[in-house]
Structures are given as C-alpha cells and as structure tokens.
C-alpha cells in the first residue's frame, strides 16, 4: 500500500476543482465531434475559476475516438456513459494530450480494445518516473479521497513521435489530425483535430480563455510562446477549440493567453538584457494589464511564469 503526503503549498484551496462534485456534459460540435465540459464551464471559465478537465469524443462511421481519459474512475466513466448517450458505435481509440494525469490517468477505465495515443515523449517521461509520484503530485492540487489513490497506469499503444502526426480513421471519410505542434506547455503536447468538423482539443496547452494564463511548469517559456503563436496563426477564424480546462472557444478566446505568452517572454527578456535581478525583474514586469480577473495570477505570473522566463533567459 503506498502512503501519500499533500502538499498544502497551493495558492488556492485544494482541491483545485472537486473531482467529487464534478458533472461533465457533453456539448455537440457538429459533424460528429463532440466536447466533454464540466456543466460549470460556460458560466465559470470566464470568471477565471478553475475548472475541470475539458474533453471530447469525435464518431465516425464506424468508430468512435475519446480525447482525453479524465483523472479518476468516476471521470472516466461519466465520459463512457456520454458517449454511450450519443452513439452506439465502439470506442477504438483514446487520445490524452499530455502526461497529466488529469488528462490520462482514466486510461485503465476506457474500454480494452481501445488503442490509448500519446506523444511518445509524454510516454517516456511516465515510464521513467513510474506512476506513483505522478499519482501524489495530482493528490496535491486535487486531494486525498478523490480517486485518484486507484489510480492503475495503462502504457499508451500508439506513439506520435517529436515533430510527428498520426491520422485516425473513423470511417465514413471521417479522420483525426493527431499533431505535435511543438511545446506548449509540455514536451509530449498533443491536439487533436477535426478538419471536417472545424474542432480543435487543446490539452493543457491551452487551459482555456481570458482570464486564464499559461501555467509554465516545465521551466521553459520561449518555445511555448512561439508554438502558441504559430498555432494562433493556422487555425481557421472559426475553428472551434476545446481547451485544456473550461469552455469551448474560438480563435479571438485564445488570443490573449497568446499574447500574455509572448509578452512574458519579450518582457523578461529585456529585463535579463538590462541586467535586473530576478526580485527586479519582478517589479518591472507586473504585466497589470493581463492580471484581469484570474484569482491565481498573482501567483502563476510571480512566482511561477517570471522566474521560468527568467531564468530561461538568464542561461541562454
Ligand atoms: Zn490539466
């Protein structure tokens, strides 16, 4: 039996979102793509309260691919029974987009002859830290109690390699675009894309819209600030995009958390060529005309995105 330890070092009340109060419904996107929401998410997300894992499911003729599995067995299966709602046709295919587990640990619930895809970087980053911390780091923004203690790792079967794609076939000319378009937020970022539907799923690459800023957790951001803006400039004006965490939005919704991106790294960057100290850096770069109504940006942009821009500068 493994014993976990919270960590209670969280700028907001954990859980972060309550696994246990969440109710996911699923919101029909046209020509078979759907998206899987917290009922919360139309109201919530542009209040800047956090919310949980958005999703989807996208059928064709004669098979049906679940974009992300959700963090517990209970997550999971309300994904199951909204897709069972909408269709009868077999799950044979589950994409995750990152190695969150609010994003993958729902693999071992999906049904068996689902082929799980993953970036094959996210994969390797699991299978060399092993499921167990991973399982602890979620308990400690989402608590203990929540399922996520049985949680049970399921490895990917399909790998998309680093710069790779891989298209899904659904049948009835129905194809997935699964794509790396370079690091978002994570190394083994995924979106998967409908070109026929018009529908885009983000992952954590792109929480979700205005107030919400990126979380920069994997220490770098000039990439991210770069892979958003080129993503930013592909997509078509009315591609619908499903985010990481929160409502379905469009271009114009991803506009300012691009910018927030690109600023931080432009900002920071002048700061480090100036020859101001991280502290220093701090106070020139408060960014106040980004921090509109998100509860956690006095932390993610202090202490989180300005130190990883910083010290990214500061090596390069
Ligand atoms: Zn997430």
Redesign the pocket.
Known sequence: MTSYTVDRNVPWPVPIWDADTVRMIAQDLGSGAYAVVADTAEEQTPLGIPQA?SGGFIVGADAVLVIESMMTEALARQVLDLVAAATDKPIRFVGVTSD?G??FFGDYVMPEQARIIQHENAFRAIEQTGIEPRKQAQIGWFDLGKGIEDVRYRPADLLVPADGRLTVNLGGGKFVDVLDLGQGQTPGDLWYHDPQAGVIYAG?AFICEKPAIPWLLDGVAARPARTLRKIFDWLPADTKIVP??GRVTDKEGMRFFVEYTEQLVERVGKAVTDGLSLDETKKAVPMTEFDVGYPLYQWLHFEVNIPCAYQEAAAA
Do not use: L, P, R
């Open positions: 894992t969150h609010d994003h954590n990481g965490h």
